[in-house]
């Protein structure tokens, strides 16, 4: 009956192993037999895996008085906030005990709660429980008053200075008792689940790593004291920094905890938050790529060489505006490198002219010019359709070199200058600009989008643009 409530209960719920089982099973087998604790109601919990609760799957009442429950507890959820020992010890391995804890039914107890782990994982703990004798108060132990004097004005002035103090401090005599701490550690031990004050408490009960106060005595005087003094920590759902320290005169030994929840929360949502801005900029890349693909496909049905003109600008047009949003979908933050946006501008618009002309582009572009999304996108657009009009406009000739020079420069701190070259055979800047949609689209990009400022100047020589703007 014990071995298959055992069986049935780990398995609905939790992952533990056949061999976790087996353990659990022969623990029970040996309280059965055993001869201590026979006046002690004991138990063997398990975690469940989806709630993170404590779920009772052993209990063996007294055998020689009456047990604190009247009902059958096997299968119930032992809570946080009612059984602090039991999670603590989930929580660090460590033995924990006399801490108070409420029963199921309502009923105040003591506990002494011991791990129980099979290939050095904690797969369970074992609880005793005993009625509650007296539960501590708030005011300092004659321990603590013998090691700190009397309670004079100075010693009052530190424990007010102490409560007023962000962190959480708590002061341990040589022994390992905790002898005073702030309203800030009552507090994170509250919420912990400690129903009563700590002040008294050994530090093995109050540890929240794996550390024991044995442990630190003999690690103090080594060369790991170091690695250990001041250490990251997760208790629950809390993340700490602590840090503790000995003083050689006294041999009192303080431990400080400074809560980082908050902080690590911030952390991890900042993470959530980039991952999913950079999912959504991948898939504005892919759907921008599928409205590219759309076009050429409409292009392809067209016998009007003017429609497929239009659609094949419209598609350089959308692919350096994805060439942004591919790079955002591979960073954190929304500053990008304009070198990387230009680098793919130039090579789709090369690709598409490759059959029809030779042109030789050549690029000088700063690396360290890192703009926001907004102006990146607006400088890749221009340079597309600068490099477009070239293509498309100013080699009228294959007989001599074609070439393009594109260049990106920094003027100052906070002053960006781009150029695109061309050696082609020019225009007229004033008519020109009234009738090319690219040039529209150039002019009212610089003035509005960068309010920056543009210069165009064209020969039988060539064609140079400049525009420059603020950072």
């Not at 919420?191 to 009960?205: A, R, S």
């Not at 591919?326 to 130039?346: F, G, P, R, Y």
Request: hydrophobic content about 35%; overall charge negative.
């Amino acid at each position: 009956m014990i071995e298959s409530r055992i069986r049935e209960l780990s398995q609905k719920y939790s992952s533990l192993s056949e061999s976790d089982i087996d353990e659990l099973i022969k623990e029970a087998n040996r309280i059965e037999e055993t001869m201590k604790y026979r006046e002690e109601d004991v138990f063997i919990d398990i975690l469940s895996d989806v709630t993170d609760e404590a779920v009772v799957v052993y209990h063996r009442k007294p055998c020689v008085n009456e047990s604190i429950y009247s009902e059958d507890v096997v299968g119930k959820i032992a809570k946080r906030l009612n059984e602090p020992g039991v999670y603590r010890t989930f929580e660090t391995a460590l033995i924990t005990e006399g801490l108070l804890a409420k029963t199921q039914e309502n009923h105040w107890i003591r506990q002494k709660v011991f791990p129980l782990r099979n290939n050095k994982e904690t797969i369970g703990v074992l609880i005793v429980e005993f009625p509650v004798k007296e539960i501590r108060g708030e005011t300092i132990t004659e321990n603590s008053q013998k090691s700190l004097g009397c309670v004079d004005a100075s010693t009052l002035f530190y424990k007010s200075l102490m409560d007023n103090l962000d962190e959480a401090i708590l002061i341990f005599d040589a022994n390992g008792y905790l002898e005073m701490n702030n309203e800030v550690a009552n507090s994170y031990y509250f919420h912990f689940g400690y129903m009563e004050k700590i002040i008294g408490l050994h530090y093995d009960n109050l540890s929240l790593d794996t550390s024991t106060f044995e442990q630190l005595i003999y690690l103090k005087g080594t060369d790991k004291w170091n690695s250990i003094s001041k250490k990251e920590i997760v208790f629950g759902s809390s993340h700490f920094q602590m840090k503790r320290f000995f003083d050689e005169k006294s041999g009192m030994f303080t431990m400080i905890l400074h809560d980082k929840t908050e902080i690590y929360n911030r952390e991890v949502e900042i993470v959530e938050k980039s991952v999913a801005i950079k999912e959504i900029h991948h898939r504005v890349k892919n759907n921008l790529q599928s409205v590219v693909s759309l076009l050429r496909i409409q292009s392809r049905r067209s016998d009007n060489q003017e429609v497929v003109k239009v659609l094949r600008e419209s598609e350089y047009r959308i692919l350096a505006i994805a060439a942004t949003h591919e790079l955002l979908s591979k960073k954190i933050d929304n500053d990008i490198s304009l070198a990387e946006v230009l680098d793919v501008t130039i090579s789709n618009c090369y690709r598409a002219f490759l059959d029809n002309k030779k042109v030789i582009i050549e690029k000088k572009i700063d690396p360290s010019v890192i703009l926001d999304s907004d102006k990146t996108v607006t400088v890749a657009l221009i340079t597309n359709e600068l490099l477009q009009n070239s293509f498309e406009h100013g080699f009228l000739t294959e007989n001599k070199t074609n070439k393009i020079k594109v260049e990106v420069t920094r003027l100052g701190d906070n002053m960006v200058s781009v150029s695109v070259k061309d050696n082609g055979v020019g225009y007229h800047t004033g008519t020109n600009n009234k009738s090319s949609l690219g040039l529209k689209i150039v002019t009212s990009y610089v003035k509005d989008k960068l309010r920056g400022k543009l210069k165009i100047v064209s020969s039988h020589a060539g064609t140079s643009t400049y525009f420059s703007f603020k950072i």
